[in-house]
């Protein structure tokens, strides 16, 4: 920690700054400028609270120079985590692509579609069994059914599914029937069920919350380490501006910023932040050109009757249009498209 | 619904979009207009999905008239509705004022601060039992430790209290031991958490999100009141922006916008948004002559020594002088102080 | 500075910016802590680049502790700056409010505005003669013959009046004609603008823009002190926010804000910020109770009927309403509201 | 317009409405609904104010359905426009890709960043000669003399040059000197300096500023337009959220947006968002293949010397590699590379 002390502090206001930090057991370095005088606070092993500083006379402000996080960051483990996922995996050379519905509807369209996505190169299957809704007299998901929909989808198909779960309440069936737990973004920072994906024995897809900082959103992740579980994937979904073209404004910065300081994957939902289908194809590719490790696409046979958010799903056609740009896009930034060829 | 044609829209093109709508058993009135065509969709009851019509040949934009909440509106129910919370109640022509310390350490710290803000003018004791802390290493709150103690200091007050159920897991603890129970601001769209305030048995404190529309508040509050609970008060406590002199932007306009449209009261909370004490007295102030129905304002003794956020805490004196001034300003506003009387 | 190093940085690391510094003249305190090392950058009379650092191996971040701006920082000059107007000072014990309309439509409309907000108590007149709009194609003003009428209005009334000057074309004419110059939010950044108003010879009402940050607002400030003219009002309008009920969102934080930091005084606009008269009332005295030093409102006496704007304008009936709002508040936040008496 | 009325409205409300709409020469067409009714306006030529409706009782909200902007839309000029600077051109199958250094520091630094840019495949240099910065006390450019040196660099490489008019006092000086005539974020809405850029002979760059929506950046080319001049291209460079790990957030589904309702073109400047080289990659690629028509780029020899906001710029082997990446990417958003080939 750094406190900044006033131009006009006296000798006595450094002293009380330096006594205060060292009966707190810290130690406080003062370094005298040609303005005014800084003085280092170290010696802490977490954060140190500003308060017992900010208050004090002559002081400027105080700057937190810690990280409160550990377990996520790459200062503690160098190498890019991989996330297995089934036999597909999150944050090696390969790109992973996760399609499907917005919302489980009935077997056959999740069938449906399952089939059309797995054949364009999609490798894991989304869809919502649990719908976190804005209003409480929207569609919310067939719940448990939703669940069991997707497992004869799965076996049917082969591939692996991830689903959200919306509470603590929920998470133990979603984590039985799935392959791979969604957090949503609503949920960011619902702490109790964060805990509890840490224990559920299945890797976690852990969505940016609209408002969420990079630190904000690294904490969550530490949650879920803390508990045991270093399967975690990243995911952007686009925080909120005053832009009015959009849902949400995809934040692209995120993904170097991400590689910089974490070890964990992290791929892009360019859908939601869409809220139109024109929009998903164009941010899509720019999530993969900025170094994403993946991509989350809605996919709608029939968009306009959807029972959920229908607004921004590509039809199976514009999604096999979109996987082959991704497949020539992939060598130019260093990745495999391998594992997402045409089945 | 209104859907805007292209200018150079066809007579084909607006024949489509009426047709699509006929078929979903709405009523078309197309409107032409100097420039261009708009056609009115009614006869909905609930919201219709735009991507209906969005993705139509000629169709420009789609516009949503309807709102989608009912019980909260004004429309739906005109007079106030009054909050009651023990023997006071939010929403008439009374102030109310919530203040304690951001979280319950122990039961002399509790019992301390209670009695010094009840004499200030205070009439409901806050403080955290669970905290929702963005660090897993934070303090996370004495749990039902603290539930207890926040009982037995009511016992000695005669205050009645509120704190915050972080998750489903313990709301019904939450209820029993407490006379108001507070959603924070991260779980303003943990939907299954608003479901279970709906039948919990308690008045609901229910904070915005920080990045929460004026419109999401109000269908998060719409899920409790679906349940049967209409005794919500809602609470701003600041939105995130590109400011960085703050923790987070108290946006005041939205008192006199959710007076307009909902019959809900709502009060503020300074001390987040803040994040330094010497700004939290001005907000306060501000908040009461923007028509506030209440304030929500963290007390602390030793605000540097707090085991949770001491960095907005006022001190009892400075929480003192800041009543007189809200005892002042309410006639401005007219709104009775008498609940506030010092004791 | 500080620079901040990687837990992992070995010594040469360390050493390479130490030498890097001293190579630039400065002077470098490696600071070693319990996880990592920081090194302190003094010496420097300006602002370092902190790419000089940022790039070297090892470093995680580079954290700036000067601050750019000096002229307008209390740690300049302590004491409050007031800015005399005719007989009006803002910044003194007296609240100050300037009203009139948005646009100077005819010197009818003016003068009959000016002589009723005049009646209620303000004591400067606002009215636009060169309007900065959105759209070329709606009104841009009268221009030099709206300066002419506030000019013949002034001597009618003894109002000194505050007009905008909306590019360095025409800074020269409206220092001529009126008694304050204003610069509009959306010329904060406008720095030959900002130049030529430190030497027009009049107070300034600088506005703060849509996007600046606090150190921008005072930058901007700092580029008409560093001119010789310390005669300026800073004016909070609003920021843009993903709010969408309001126009802009109006941060009142930044009084207390600016109060720790400059010495020169501000007010606050609530008209545009609130888009709707409804709103007007509540934000200005939420400014007030924050304590600003003062209001700039918009009143019209055909509000439906105005050429620019109507959409937020008070009649003067509402604006005489919330004028003796306005005097019942100020003895609560300490200031006299003489200056304010009706006439 | 559409007039929403409240539920409870009474006929008189609704007939009142229809009269003032009728008073004003425009037509008024009721639409009853389920639940409410709504009053569609229409016979306007130009946009009408809803102060006129918004205060009449029983009236809910009026929403806007006109657009403001005429010339600059689709609906006005179907076909893409093309933008011709020398030899190049914006907007057709071509990328284009302007680079250069962020301020003109000397003939010899600009001269020799402008072979290897041009070596590279950048086809238009940049560099400021008037800079706008922040800070009175920064480097503010070379002025004049700049100019000079951008043309005598543009004798000896054949590259055109694009340098920021910073005000109407340089815009003659800026567009005598060079090829096309960049307007800054800051200066968007300076509408004397868009109205001498429609008139000043030269094609415009015209960059979107930190808060600006879409239909803003759309009315200040229309400002451009509007004075007889169609060469504009539009700039993204990113806009102020309360994201805090990069300098501005670029919007991408600008791209899109624009693409949908104007035939402008538009580039992407990823350098001064970024705030850091490491970033610049990551986002220039995103910004291609999002379907940008171009790049704008800074580029110098040593970045940590740049006398302004070396903090970003990319060393000109970096930005090597970044050309042969965007000429890999063109085909696959369908353009041509061709332009771009390294010389």
Redesign the interface.
Known sequence: M?I?M???AVPADIERVVEKARAAGLKA?P?????RT?I?I??????V???????LPGV?EV?Q??H???LVSR?FK?EDTRVRVGDVEFGGSSLVVIAGPCAVESYEQTLSVAKKVQASGARILRGGAYK???????F?GLELEGLEILARVREETGMPVVTEA?????IDAVAEFSDMVQIGA??M?????LRRAGKCGRPILLKR???A????LL?AA??IL?QGNDQVVLCERG????????RA?????????VE?ISHLPLIVDPSH??G????VG??A???????ADGLMVEVHEQ????LSD??Q?LRPEEFDRLMS?VR??A???GRSSEVLARS
């Open positions: 750094l900044v006033n131009m006009n370095t370094i005298p400028g040609s303005q800084a280092a170290t010696g802490n092993l977490g954060m609270e500003p308060a017992r500083f900010e208050a400027l700057i120079v810690s409160p996080y550990k200062e160098a976190p809704r804005s209003s409480p007299y929207s919310q919306i509470g603590t309440d929920v609503r949920n920072q619902n702490y109790p069920l919350s609209f408002s900082s990079l630190t904000e904490l530490e949650y803390d925080i909120r501006t005053f832009v009015d073209h959009n404004t995809l934040d692209f910065s995120i993904i170097p910023a910089k932040a869409a139109d289908p024109a929009k164009p941010l590719r720019a999530a993969i050109a900025a170094g968009p306009a009757e959807a229908g607004r799903a740009e020539r896009l060598p130019v930034v």
